[in-house]
């Protein structure tokens, strides 16, 4: 059962990753990034992948809440 949530957590965190990617990097050229004022010392593809996980991270944060809200109190407080 603990598979089966964490499954229900981070596929469609993954999927929400890959278009949230698709979108922002369509209008953002990663090399005209900055942090705190400074330009990012990192390749395209890095910055790609970080932003990737980034946005899964989230995701699945969101997929979680989500999952928390639709239990029951006797589940949550088992």
Do not use: C, K
């Not at 922002?24 to 010392?41: I, K, R, T």
């Amino acid at each position: 059962m603990l598979a089966q949530r964490w499954m229900w957590i981070a596929w469609p965190a993954f999927l929400v990753a890959g278009l949230l990617e698709v979108l922002v990097f369509a209008f953002v050229d990663p090399q005209d990034l900055h942090w705190f004022g400074h330009g990012l010392d990192l390749s395209r593809q890095a910055i790609y992948t970080l932003a990737f996980f980034d946005f899964w991270a989230l995701a699945m944060v969101s997929s979680a809440l989500t999952l928390l809200l639709g239990m029951s109190s006797a589940d949550v407080n088992r």
